[in-house]
């Protein structure tokens, strides 16, 4: 047995096709096995799907050419803002959930109570539908109407995403600096580092590292629920799909909708696909066992 | 198809001789005339959902002044209270249907038009006649027909608009899928696109927030949301302009639903007599004047 079998490789779509030169006749006739199987499996629920006696007054509902043209516009308009406001949204999460982690990490009676706040904040916010938190801020905290506070839905949406989101993350962040050996803290101790800097230069940069994977996966799912924010009148893409479907009622500006968020999301899968398998190849290499 | 047509052909002379029976003193020659008709609508052999009742959906919740109004009657739809409420009963009991017979089913607005067999024979939820609408589903004739109204705070600076144009600047709310939407972004015409909510009273939620200047609803729906729901809001005046096309709601069936013809003739039938307009003055009217706003 020299190089690693096949079964320890990573579940990623395209690695597995590439396999090493003396399995290629192998690759070769698994290709050709998956394509088949691949074109019989499509080809089945294609069949089913269009044998339906209703088919025809889907396609027409669901899968219109002329109104997918004609709502394409707005619903791209839309989806430009959902893109401003992950790109905001997202910055503000990474920070935010970082802080409210290394604040949990801290040790010593003397942080309690800000530990105490950070998890009841976390407990708190992840008890609550995200929906209740976008609607009770972006209706709740404008009505207050006290001055010097923004009322514009559009910051209330994207401040309760934050806070939803940071709250998620953190508790990433934290696995991953849990996941860091309690040695390497030990060991920037005893070089004379605080505490808060042994987190900051020695378990946080690792902690990190490890858990990139799942902060892209959360980042996929903030793509999609930015939209979220439109029960508060902000006409992002989906917003914009609603508007057309009651004027119309007809659903193929949905699927314009879901196409937009297609072509944002996949690409940031694979890439989260790609990058964990390469994380996990190097440290093979490197490390051995 | 041809089928359909036919039904709808006799629908057209009953509603006629009805019409024409209407006129003339005598009533007993309108039952000679309109009996052949009157037999293929007849409870027995009409193609109910449920069969032998009269399977009615609407929304969830109703609002008043619709359905359901009264201290006790919020979101009850079989008080029989509220314009399409009352007009529910009146139309079954005129389709020859008790009121026991008369039973309700909720739907969201998306399930209610979404392609595949419906649990209902028809749905009231103040839905606009549009001609792409129709494309999809069925509607009944019109039942009731709206002026568009703006509904703001005293202190507004919209507060006493003397036409479209002077409502350029402000940042308007409407509720999705409503003709009010369609009138803001066609005919208003404001600098800042209007904001969409789900619901009415989510603009109403936005208007208290201070995120827009004003709402613009259906009449008696700016009524209710003047008299009960936000307070110290007022109606700033109704528009002058219409859409364009009138805003009439109808009842919305499967399309293709025979039924339409048999509802029709009912409606038709309460038109004439008077009770749709009865309804509309006892539900939908309220005292006072309300300024017009110009086009």
Sequence with gaps: MTGPPDDIRGPSLWTSIRRPRRHREEGARAAVIAAISTVAVLGLILWWVLSSEAWPEVQRQFFNPSHFMAAWPAVLGGFWLNIQMFAVAEVLILIAALILAMIRALRGPAFFPLRALVIGFIDLVRGIPIILLILLLGFGVPALQLPGVPNSPLFWGVAALVISYSAYTAEVYRAGIESVHESQRMAGRSLGLTQVQSLRYVTVPQAIRNVIPALLNGFVSLQKDVALVFVLGVREAVREAQIYNARTFNYTAYVAAAVLFLVASVPVARFADWYTERVRRRRQGVGGV | ?295
Excluded: H
Aim: include cysteine; proline fraction near 6%; glycine fraction near 8%.
């Design chain 2, 1 to 295: 198809m041809k089928e359909i047509r036919r039904t709808k052909f006799l629908a057209l002379l009953a509603v006629l001789s009805l019409a024409l029976a209407a006129c003339g003193d005598d009533g007993s020659e309108a039952t000679t005339t309109t009996s052949d008709e009157a037999d293929s609508c007849a409870v027995e052999s009409l193609n109910m959902v449920n069969p032998g009742q009269l399977t009615v959906a609407t929304g969830e919740p109703v609002f008043p002044p619709w359905m359901g109004v009264g201290d006790d009657n919020f979101d009850v739809p079989e008080s029989g209270t509220g314009f399409e409420g009352a007009l529910v009963y009146e139309l079954a009991a005129e389709m020859g249907f008790s009121d026991d017979q008369v039973t309700f089913v909720r739907t969201g607005f998306d399930e209610s038009i979404a392609p595949g067999p419906k649990d209902w024979d028809f749905n009231i939820q103040q839905y606009s006649i549009t001609a792409e609408r129709d494309q999809v589903v069925d509607f009944s004739d019109p039942y009731y027909e709206t002026q568009q109204a703006l509904v703001t705070f005293p202190d507004s600076p919209y507060a006493e608009p003397s036409s479209i144009e002077d409502l350029e600047g402000a940042v308007l709310g409407a509720a999705i899928g409503t003709t009010s939407l369609d009138f803001v972004e066609d005919v208003i015409q404001p600098d800042t696109a209007p904001s969409v909510y789900d619901e009415n009273v989510d603009v109403e939620a936005a208007m208290n927030a201070g995120q827009i200047d004003g709402l613009v609803v259906d009449l008696p729906t700016a009524y209710f949301i003047t008299a009960v729901q936000v307070e110290g809001s007022i109606i700033a005046g109704v528009f002058e302009a219409q859409a364009e096309s009138p805003d009439e709601f109808g009842l919305l069936f499967e399309e293709g639903n025979p039924l339409v013809s048999c509802v029709n003739q009912a409606l038709a039938t309460l038109r004439d007599d008077g009770t749709l307009a009865a309804l509309e003055e006892e539900w939908l009217t309220q005292e006072g004047d309300i300024p017009e706003i110009g086009g």
